[in-house]
């Protein structure tokens, strides 16, 4: 069969609304990962009449193929790496690879000023939580989420995501209570193939989401 191709960010998180209903989920908050994860969460959240929010992560690239993740890191301190993958690059020093936390730090901090202003931090424990992403490729910045999301000891986390990688859905099964995710296409190239309009959400467009979809919560 082949694979869905979505218009956009906002048609594959209407589609995975009715997978995402199927659970039984109370009183949930919907996080979104910035910043292509944002629109699809918007969907999630306005469907659920939820509360819409973020948790902001970065991705750690490889100082010389930044798009090849060693890591991620996530709102909280927390950081993941993937040691396999570093197990395979014994010329990365420890000192390159503060260097990329560090920046991509600087980074975190200076989206979570950008998106959140003055809005404070959700309150996560005993919550059900549901974590959406536009999809996974090596699932790092998914992992820091769920690290930093299981942190505050959440009542149930849900990972939702439109289309991924196998292996890390696979991993993340075995770290929350719920993984939704629609297809697992292999080989599996790149997220970017499966949606006719790819292009990047800017901050803008986060912080607008954030903003209408409070409003929306506010009016209901």
């Given at each position: 069969?082949?694979?869905?191709?979505?218009?956009?960010?906002?048609?594959?998180?209407?589609?995975?609304?009715?997978?995402?209903?199927?659970?039984?989920?109370?009183?949930?908050?919907?996080?979104?990962?910035?910043?292509?994860?944002?629109?699809?969460?918007?969907?999630?959240?306005?469907?659920?009449?939820?509360?819409?929010?973020?948790?902001?992560?970065?991705?750690?690239?490889?100082?010389?193929?930044?798009?090849?993740?060693?890591?991620?890191?996530a709102s909280g301190g927390v950081k993941v790496l993937n040691e396999e993958l570093l197990a395979e690059l014994p010329n990365l020093t420890e000192g390159e690879i503060d260097e990329v936390v560090n920046r991509e730090m600087e980074e975190l901090v200076r989206r979570e000023k950008l998106y959140r202003g003055d809005w404070p931090h959700p309150e996560l424990?005993?919550?059900?939580?549901?974590?959406?992403?536009?999809?996974?490729?090596?699932?790092?910045?998914?992992?820091?989420?769920?690290?930093?999301?299981?942190?505050?000891?959440?009542?149930?986390?849900?990972?939702?995501?439109?289309?991924?990688?196998?292996?890390?859905?696979?991993?993340?099964?075995?770290?929350?209570?719920?993984?939704?995710?629609?297809?697992?296409?292999?080989?599996?190239?790149?997220?970017?193939?499966?949606?006719?309009?790819?292009?990047?959400?800017?901050?803008?467009?986060?912080?607008?989401?954030?903003?209408?979809?409070?409003?929306?919560?506010?009016?209901?």
């Amino acid at each position: 069969m082949a694979t869905r191709i979505y218009a956009d960010r906002y048609e594959a998180g209407r589609a995975l609304v009715p997978a995402i209903q199927r659970f039984e989920l109370k009183d949930p908050i919907v996080l979104g990962l910035p910043r292509g994860g944002v629109p699809v969460a918007y969907e999630v959240a306005l469907a659920l009449q939820a509360p819409l929010d973020t948790i902001t992560v970065r991705k750690l690239g490889l100082p010389w193929q930044p798009e090849l993740a060693i890591g991620a890191i996530a709102s909280g301190g927390v950081k993941v790496l993937n040691e396999e993958l570093l197990a395979e690059l014994p010329n990365l020093t420890e000192g390159e690879i503060d260097e990329v936390v560090n920046r991509e730090m600087e980074e975190l901090v200076r989206r979570e000023k950008l998106y959140r202003g003055d809005w404070p931090h959700p309150e996560l424990a005993q919550q059900d939580v549901v974590l959406v992403d536009d999809g996974l490729a090596t699932g790092a910045t998914m992992r820091a989420a769920v690290e930093a999301v299981l942190s505050q000891n959440p009542s149930q986390v849900l990972v939702a995501v439109p289309v991924g990688s196998a292996e890390p859905v696979r991993l993340l099964e075995e770290k929350v209570d719920y993984v939704v995710c629609l297809e697992t296409p292999s080989p599996f190239f790149a997220i970017g193939y499966f949606y006719r309009n790819f292009g990047p959400t800017e901050d803008e467009e986060v912080h607008s989401l954030l903003a209408d979809a409070r409003d929306s919560l506010s009016a209901a």
